[in-house]
């Protein structure tokens, strides 16, 4: 892949100078739905899947990009006097929008670069390609004006801070520090209301995870992404009238049950409720992870789902039909919808001997139900933003 990616770099730039390499993972979020804007725990892992990237610094301010999965856009051409987001730039913006951050931060970038990305994470389906682009340029510009102040979970908030200033999308914290701090082998427990966290081995020896893409491109910008926050924000401050809270993930249910009816809207009731829920099912997953309870496990990932069709309500047809197909299927330890929802991916944990008759059921399940084709992943975790 690098050679190849090396290659196609000279032949768009030319050779020479110090070209250097990069890989940044896509996540999968195996719990812990719409909890990272809550102050709650999200339980997500990295993946071999990505996004690779090959540079070199320029001597002038240009800032010259191409991604070899969208060959006909060519060469998208800016310049770092001009960093003003433009539709028509696509992956780009999100590209402009990490180096826009860094300045708006204080740093110098003063001079532009050639870049070629190319990446086999699937756009538009919830496995994070945005926040992985973001994050190799982050971990680029550190290693380019060797920001030694910056350590992995500061580019993780400047990423962040792109995505929400420069890009208007409100996402949380989860994804960009997922793929700036993951790890081959293990999921990463974080606690995002003070950025603490875990790695918890992932040892799968009997079961495969398999992302499942609905085909449904789930556009997070365009999506009722933000209204849920806004729900969530209106039932904390309805809360605050009667508690201390300063995030809804402070509540354990008990408590919740206790003092809803501070809540005026009953939609904001249940959006609350997925909040409270789901956290305390992060909290639950992770302990059985530990103790390699993955029946428990699964149980769990299946009841993050309905809470997210029923109380939160980002499920939709095409999600709801591949989970219903896989709890069909006795072979499936667990199901969920993952990521932003409204389209996009389900996760599901299969045992080994049950993986081809997985994709084959779900996948025509599926197909009978929506009139098209799903795509299936058998995934494995990777590390998180690295030079290779
Ligand atoms: C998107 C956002 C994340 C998170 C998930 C839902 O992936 O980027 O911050 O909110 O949705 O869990």
């Known amino acids: 892949m690098k050679e190849k990616l090396l290659k196609k770099f000279a032949e768009l730039f030319g050779e020479g100078g110090d070209i250097l390499s990069y890989f940044s993972p896509g996540r999968v979020n195996l719990i812990g739905g719409h909890t990272d804007y809550n102050g709650g725990h999200v339980f997500p892992c990295t993946l071999t899947l990505g996004t690779y990237a090959v540079v070199r610094k320029r001597r002038d301010q240009k800032l010259r990009f191409f991604s070899q999965n969208m060959e006909q856009i060519g060469i998208l051409e800016s310049d770092l006097s001009d960093l003003i987001f433009n539709p028509a730039d696509g992956f780009g913006n999100y590209l402009k929008g990490v180096i826009w951050s860094f300045i708006q931060k204080g740093y110098s970038i003063p001079y532009g670069m050639d870049l070629m990305v190319a990446g086999d994470i699937p756009s538009g389906a919830g496995l994070s390609s945005s926040a992985s682009l973001e994050m190799v340029m982050c971990l680029i510009l550190k290693e380019m004006y060797d920001f030694s102040d910056l350590s992995l979970s500061d580019l993780a908030l400047i990423a962040q801070s792109a995505e929400n200033m420069y890009c208007h999308i409100h996402c949380g914290i989860m994804d960009p520090f997922t793929i700036a701090m993951g790890k081959k082998g293990h999921a990463l427990f974080l606690d995002t209301s003070n950025l603490s966290y875990e790695y918890i081995p992932l040892h799968l020896e009997h079961e495969k995870l398999i992302i499942a893409y609905s085909n449904k491109k789930r556009c997070i910008a365009n999506s009722k992404y933000n209204e849920r926050r806004r729900e969530c924000e209106t039932a904390l401050y309805d809360l605050q009238k009667l508690t201390t809270i300063s995030s809804l993930s402070e509540l354990t249910m008990d408590a919740f049950e206790m003092v809803k009816s501070a809540i005026s809207d009953p939609i904001c009731v249940k959006r609350a409720r997925h909040a409270v829920s789901e956290n305390q099912r992060t909290i639950q997953a992770a302990r059985a992870l530990k103790e390699n309870d993955l029946i428990l496990f699964g149980k769990l990932m ?87």
């Open 302 to 388: 299946n009841q993050s789902h309905i809470s997210l069709r029923d109380d939160y309500e980002v499920t939709g047809k095409e999600l709801d039909t591949l989970v219903q197909a896989a709890w069909e299927h006795q072979g499936v330890l667990g199901a969920r919808m993952t990521g932003a929802g409204f389209g996009g991916c389900t996760v599901n944990l299969v045992k080994n001997e049950s993986v081809d008759s997985f994709i084959e059921q779900v996948g025509e399940k599926y197909q009978n139900t929506i009139g098209y084709p799903a795509d299936f992943y058998v995934v494995k975790t990777g590390s998180g933003v690295c030079r290779c």
